[in-house]
Each structure stands twice: as structure tokens, then as C-alpha cells.
């Protein structure tokens, strides 16, 4: 389910990128169990010493908005991969929602909407990062193609489809272990979930858990 970290190589860049993947992923699995985990705490999951992780991101906050910003820019080149096959809409979202999926699953962070609620003192909730913007627009324009072209349903507002497919993901990925579920099966498994609520009967495709 995890992709590989870059391999290890001799020099510096190699290094600081590979150092800096194992910090992103460290930061999302711990701050999606304790928000006020120290940075030491979060350098020795990711088997770096505290001063490297500082030297990338002085404060939590900053390691929050990487993570959702690197999770939200993989999303999008999913997307973009996607396109570029020339595949038709509905395969382009079950190809989407089975890569948000194993994304969700690296960085569990953004499952927990941490960058949508208020951070203590906060009076206000804040703006989630540009990608993630950008990726919430791109599939918004996706589920309007869909609806045009037929192969999804236009009696439910084009809006809703994002919001069923996250809430639906972010569930099944925070629970996956408590109830049993495989992981490697799970975005195969919600996209037949979400999509055979959102597609005509006559346009329904084939379920892809066994593709």
C-alpha cells in the first residue's frame, strides 16, 4: 500500500528528499493520533534526529499544511495521469477515488480534517491549502462532465459528489483496521460504494473489485 521512499543514493538532495518523505509520512501518522505530539516525538518515527525536522518545518502547524499540501498535489497528479489515458468519466473516478484512497492510507492526517477545523485559539476555521483547492475543483468539473454526458445522475447537485466521496473515504481509512477491512481492496471498494449510488442504473459500470 506504501509507495517505496526514494532510494537511497549518495548526496545531499538525495538525502534531504528522502529525509523529508520519511518526516511527512511520520508527521501524518502521529498528529492524526495525538495533534500535540512534540517534534522529537515525530523526528524519532521517522528515525531523523529532531534538529532535521526543524531545519524543513519550524512548527506543528507547518508540518500539517506540508502534509495536506504534498497528499492534495499526489491527488492531483493522480488526476492528471488519469487524463491523460483519455479514459471515460466514470473510469477516471474510480481510478481517482482508488489513488485517494492509498493516499489517505500514507498520509492518515488529512482523514482527520485537522486542516478544516480550528486549531486552539483559533476563532475561525482555516483555509485549506492551494492543491487542495484545486484538486476539490477538479473533480467538482469531472462530476459536472459525468452528469452532461449522461453517466451521472443530474438530480443530485454536482457539489455533493466530493463531499460523498471524502466523507465515505475518510471513514472506511480511519476504521479500516478496526473493522477488518483489507486495504489493498478498500478504494476499489468504495468506488463501487459511492459510484453505484451516483450513476444511473443503465450507466452503472462493472464493479472493479475484481479488476
Do not use: W
Request: hydrophobic share 45%; glycine share 6%.
Amino acid at each position: 500500500m506504501t509507495e517505496p521512499l526514494p532510494a537511497r543514493r549518495r548526496g545531499p538532495r538525495t538525502d534531504a528528499l528522502r529525509n523529508d518523505a520519511l518526516i511527512l509520512r511520520a508527521a501524518a501518522r502521529v498528529l492524526a493520533q495525538d495533534p500535540a505530539a512534540t517534534m522529537q516525538r515525530i523526528a524519532d518515527e521517522a528515525g531523523v534526529v529532531r534538529l532535521t525536522v526543524y531545519r524543513r518545518y519550524r512548527t506543528r502547524d507547518a508540518l500539517r499544511t506540508a502534509v495536506f499540501e504534498v497528499a492534495a498535489a499526489e491527488a492531483g497528479q493522480a488526476v492528471e495521469r488519469a487524463r491523460s489515458r483519455q479514459a471515460d468519466t466514470l473510469t477516471t473516478l474510480r481510478a481517482l477515488i482508488v489513488e485517494m484512497a492509498r493516499i489517505a492510507q500514507r498520509y492518515p492526517l488529512i482523514v482527520v480534517g485537522t486542516d478544516l477545523k480550528p486549531l486552539p485559539g483559533q476563532g475561525r476555521r482555516p483555509a485549506p491549502p492551494p492543491a487542495t483547492r484545486a484538486l476539490h475543483r477538479t473533480v467538482h468539473e469531472l462530476v459536472l462532465r459525468g452528469q452532461q454526458e449522461g453517466v451521472l445522475r443530474t438530480d443530485l447537485p454536482a457539489e455533493l459528489f466530493p463531499l460523498a466521496m471524502t466523507g465515505t473515504l475518510n471513514t472506511a481509512v480511519r476504521f479500516t483496521a478496526a473493522l477488518g477491512l483489507d486495504p489493498e481492496a478498500l478504494g476499489a471498494q468504495i468506488a463501487d460504494l459511492v459510484l453505484s449510488g451516483t450513476t444511473p442504473r443503465t450507466a452503472a459500470a462493472q464493479p472493479v473489485s475484481g479488476q
